[in-house]
């Protein structure tokens, strides 16, 4: 039996847009009868929409934590930018923040309090909306989130060069040419994406989902090639700012290697690290029983 919830839209003047725009969301629990803090999911990509963290709704079926979605502005339900593709102007950490903020305000999340997860790029959000100290904020959850995307491309590069022939040197190849469009390379990126991405075979339908979004409305190439408003980011610098409990999760075979994790490690103040062994960046997938007991019992501790 599905869990009740239900969904609405909020209006989001979105700077530099030219046009009204609005943010959709999905709710999981009844936030006015709710006494707790509910948990506020943040997507990856930029761009890949919310469907393929469903395995958290489990988080209020078993914890009793009311769980909200959203899409965030340039995909899924919410407005789309195709004319602002490329546009490093209009895509900034700063448009990302104030629809969150907008988002939370107006479900008035801000007395009884907000929990955030932030999966991949929705990490690298959280973590920098949590710097702001934003009044409400209870505890945060980094899951395959960089601290620095200078340390996940130097990953990156170290994973590649990891691979089987001929992925490998497609890959190498292809990069030189810039060449991210080709069946050639498409097929030796499913080399990469197999290990460091999503290691079920098949994917999870709403794992699809997410690709098929970034496919339709994206913000770059590939899991591994880093272009755009984001690619010199260093979030970590401000990370002794956050001032709420933290857990950091990345699967032992994830494209967030250990070594673009450890500066949110170093410099949050209150924060744990747990590594999931079996998984790789979908570890809410891979391992999903011990990944929303990790998430439940986290937010659950007052302690």
């Not at 801000?110 to 904020?137: C, I, V």
């Not at 979004?213 to 591994?224: A, I, M, T, V």
Request: aromatic share 12%; hydrophobic share 35%; proline share 6%.
């Amino acid at each position: 039996m599905a869990s009740p919830h239900y969904q609405g839209e909020v209006a989001f003047d979105a700077p530099g847009a030219g046009k009204p725009c609005k943010t959709w969301y999905k709710i999981y629990g009844d936030l006015e009868s709710q006494l707790g803090p509910a948990l506020v999911v943040l997507h990856g990509g930029p761009g890949a929409g919310h469907e393929y963290l469903s395995p958290l709704i489990e988080t209020y079926e078993k914890y009793n934590i009311p769980v909200i979605f959203y899409d965030q502005v340039g995909c899924g339900q919410s407005t789309r930018f195709r004319e602002k593709m490329g546009d490093t102007t209009f895509w900034t950490f700063e448009l990302f923040i104030q629809e969150l903020d907008n988002l939370i305000d107006h479900l008035q999340l801000r007395t009884k309090g907000f929990h955030l997860l932030g999966q991949s790029w929705g990490g690298m959000l959280g973590g920098a909306y949590a710097a702001l100290r934003p009044q409400g904020l209870r505890k945060l959850i980094l899951s395959g989130a960089p601290a620095s995307i200078p340390l996940l491309a130097k990953g990156s590069r170290e994973l590649l060069a990891a691979l089987p022939e001929p992925a490998r040197t497609t890959l190498e190849e292809c990069d030189k040419r810039g060449d991210y469009e080709s069946e050639e390379f498409q097929n030796a990126a499913k080399v990469f994406y197999a290990r460091h991405v999503c290691r079920l075979d098949p994917y999870p339908d709403d794992v699809v989902t997410a690709f098929n979004n970034l496919k339709d409305d994206p913000q770059g190439p590939s899991e591994f090639v880093i272009i755009g408003s984001f690619k010199d980011w260093e979030g970590w610098h401000d990370a002794h700012k956050i001032g709420v409990e933290t857990l950091l999760l990345n699967g032992r075979y994830d494209e967030a290697t250990d070594q673009c994790i450890k500066p949110w490690f170093t410099h949050i103040p209150k924060v744990r690290w747990v590594t999931l062994e079996n998984s790789s960046h979908m570890a809410h997938f891979e391992e999903r029983d011990r990944y929303i007991q990790l998430v439940g019992e986290f937010l659950s501790d007052s302690a």
